[in-house]
């Protein structure tokens, strides 16, 4: 007999273009969709009671750093440079591969726990091959459907295990052949790049050329400093030539209106990450200029050193902040406005089909589609905070939050249900408790997390 769930009688939101939200049951067969309709019969299912619940496709956070879950509430009063000097510069250097794998294992379990799905793992803390397999074992056994972008940038160990560039690749290329040979796996791979202001545009040329070659997708964090006289990564790489439907750039916030709309017209994909933006000194979220010239807006929650590992207050900060800034171009014509947009849908979008479709696997997962893997969640609509659901697009954007998400499947494989992660709380306690406190002890011995003087930065 095939392996059949039926999610029951709830509101579903299929996400599908030009999709309205209807009373229906959903069945899953063999980790796939197999169909979305009222009054499904499947006497052998397991059964999910979905009523007074809204079911929709599991959410897709589009950057997000994984390995930092240790790092928890380190950054919350700290600029870009302070985060810099303290994540990058110095608790990197003391992350051993058991770390990467708490660090991965854990984050992709809160990550879960809110009702993604889907984490595009922007992995740049790879001191060793060992790091990378320690962090990937964490990924996979947390269940969760992910894209681990091996991270090619340099970490400032005092014995670099990576001396050169040439070695990075050579275990990118390595990886690429046996673990992550498949672009069809729950887990696939993808390259981040070095930081093109640090490594320079011939460097990164190199990167890119590589992972094209590995047919890799490729992200990238990109025009989010102010410096005294404007630079721009998004030049660099459109000067060399660099462009193309397989980036995804991040942040974005300082990019012109016209290097936005390059970006469109190469088929490349933005990820705004607004809480850590707003805070750190990056400027205001690019996704709304960047929806004014075509593209799509997707989401990610960046650092949990900074904040949490949960989508729904990003998009609700994301979409509140975009109205704001329309908002202020009537009143600076001391005008109320008469309408409000970007609607509550559009980033709802951003959070399933758009996130999916910038990671290249809208074939796959984003919408309740018949034939597309089963990567659901289930919201109830019976809590307190969403009582009564007059919109159900607007009860998940507006009033949702993690505490509402009854279950969560991935593949088909129910990862949380009835309001419970089925992984192992204890096991999650030992394991953050060994690893935070070597990781603590470490950072303390050298200096503290930022050590004195501050290390000094160009901008």
Same mark, same amino acid.
């Given at each position: 007999?095939?392996?059949?769930?039926?999610?029951?009688?709830?509101?579903?939101?299929?996400?599908?273009?030009?999709?309205?939200?209807?009373?229906?049951?959903?069945l899953v067969e063999d980790g796939l969709i197999a169909a979305v309709e009222p009054n499904l019969s499947a006497a052998d299912a397991d059964m999910v009671d979905a009523s007074r619940c809204l079911v929709l496709p599991g959410m897709v956070d589009t950057h997000r750093h994984v390995w930092q879950t240790q790092l928890r509430g380190v950054t919350h009063e700290w600029s870009l440079k302070d985060y810099i000097r303290s994540v990058r510069f110095q608790s990197a250097v003391f992350y051993r591969p058991e770390d990467m794998y708490v660090g991965n294992y854990l984050g992709m379990l809160e990550a879960i726990d809110a009702g993604i799905t889907t984490v595009l793992d922007f992995s740049h803390c790879i001191n060793t091959p060992e790091h990378a397999e320690a962090a990937l074992r964490g990924t996979q056994e947390s269940g969760i459907r992910s894209v681990f972008a091996?991270?090619?940038?340099?970490?400032?160990v005092p014995h670099p295990h990576f001396a050169t560039l040439a070695a990075r690749i050579e275990h990118a290329r390595a990886l690429r052949a046996k673990e992550l040979s498949s672009d069809q796996g729950l887990v696939t791979m993808g390259i981040s790049l070095s930081d093109v202001l640090v490594a320079g545009i011939e460097r990164v040329t190199e990167e890119v050329t590589v992972s094209r070659d590995?047919?890799?997708?490729?992200?990238?964090? #990109?025009?989010?400093?102010?410096?005294?006289? %404007?630079?721009? $990564?998004?030049?660099?790489?459109?000067?060399? &030539?660099?462009?193309?439907?397989d980036l995804i750039w991040v942040h974005m916030n300082q990019t012109t209106d016209d290097e936005l709309r390059r970006v469109v017209e190469t088929g490349g994909a933005i990820s705004t990450t607004p809480e850590t933006e707003m805070q750190m000194g990056m400027g205001h979220p690019a996704h709304g200029r960047f929806m004014a010239v075509g593209g799509k807006c997707t989401f990610g929650c960046d650092v949990i050193s900074n904040n949490s590992g949960d989508l729904f207050p990003q998009v609700r900060l994301a979409l509140q902040t975009e109205r704001m800034l329309r908002n202020d171009l009537e009143l600076a014509r001391h005008h109320g406005p008469d309408d409000i947009r970007p609607s509550t849908l559009s980033h709802l979008e951003g959070a399933t089909i758009n996130g999916?479709?910038?990671?290249?696997? #809208?074939?796959?997962?984003?919408?309740?589609? %018949?034939?597309? $893997?089963?990567?659901?969640?289930?919201?109830? &609509?019976?809590?307190?905070?969403?009582?009564?659901?007059?919109?159900?697009?607007?009860?998940?954007?507006m009033h949702a939050h993690a505490g509402n998400v009854d279950t969560v499947m991935v593949a088909g494989r129910i990862l949380k249900r009835d309001g419970r992660l089925l992984a192992d709380p204890a096991r999650r306690l030992a394991l953050m408790d060994e690893s935070h406190g070597h990781l603590m002890d470490a950072i303390q011995r050298h200096g503290g997390l930022i050590p004195q003087p501050p290390a000094p930065l160009p901008w």
């Amino acid at each position: 007999m095939p392996d059949r769930i039926l999610l029951r009688d709830g509101t579903v939101l299929t996400m599908e273009p030009g999709s309205r939200p209807l009373r229906a049951d959903v069945l899953v067969e063999d980790g796939l969709i197999a169909a979305v309709e009222p009054n499904l019969s499947a006497a052998d299912a397991d059964m999910v009671d979905a009523s007074r619940c809204l079911v929709l496709p599991g959410m897709v956070d589009t950057h997000r750093h994984v390995w930092q879950t240790q790092l928890r509430g380190v950054t919350h009063e700290w600029s870009l440079k302070d985060y810099i000097r303290s994540v990058r510069f110095q608790s990197a250097v003391f992350y051993r591969p058991e770390d990467m794998y708490v660090g991965n294992y854990l984050g992709m379990l809160e990550a879960i726990d809110a009702g993604i799905t889907t984490v595009l793992d922007f992995s740049h803390c790879i001191n060793t091959p060992e790091h990378a397999e320690a962090a990937l074992r964490g990924t996979q056994e947390s269940g969760i459907r992910s894209v681990f972008a091996l991270g090619l940038n340099d970490v400032p160990v005092p014995h670099p295990h990576f001396a050169t560039l040439a070695a990075r690749i050579e275990h990118a290329r390595a990886l690429r052949a046996k673990e992550l040979s498949s672009d069809q796996g729950l887990v696939t791979m993808g390259i981040s790049l070095s930081d093109v202001l640090v490594a320079g545009i011939e460097r990164v040329t190199e990167e890119v050329t590589v992972s094209r070659d590995l047919g890799l997708r490729i992200t990238l964090h #990109a025009n989010a400093v102010m410096f005294p006289q %404007p630079v721009s $990564e998004v030049a660099f790489l459109d000067d060399a &030539g660099l462009l193309g439907p397989d980036l995804i750039w991040v942040h974005m916030n300082q990019t012109t209106d016209d290097e936005l709309r390059r970006v469109v017209e190469t088929g490349g994909a933005i990820s705004t990450t607004p809480e850590t933006e707003m805070q750190m000194g990056m400027g205001h979220p690019a996704h709304g200029r960047f929806m004014a010239v075509g593209g799509k807006c997707t989401f990610g929650c960046d650092v949990i050193s900074n904040n949490s590992g949960d989508l729904f207050p990003q998009v609700r900060l994301a979409l509140q902040t975009e109205r704001m800034l329309r908002n202020d171009l009537e009143l600076a014509r001391h005008h109320g406005p008469d309408d409000i947009r970007p609607s509550t849908l559009s980033h709802l979008e951003g959070a399933t089909i758009n996130g999916a479709e910038a990671l290249g696997l #809208a074939s796959r997962i984003g919408t309740l589609t %018949p034939g597309k $893997e089963a990567d659901i969640i289930v919201i109830r &609509g019976d809590a307190p905070n969403m009582l009564p659901v007059n919109d159900p697009v607007a009860a998940v954007v507006m009033h949702a939050h993690a505490g509402n998400v009854d279950t969560v499947m991935v593949a088909g494989r129910i990862l949380k249900r009835d309001g419970r992660l089925l992984a192992d709380p204890a096991r999650r306690l030992a394991l953050m408790d060994e690893s935070h406190g070597h990781l603590m002890d470490a950072i303390q011995r050298h200096g503290g997390l930022i050590p004195q003087p501050p290390a000094p930065l160009p901008w």
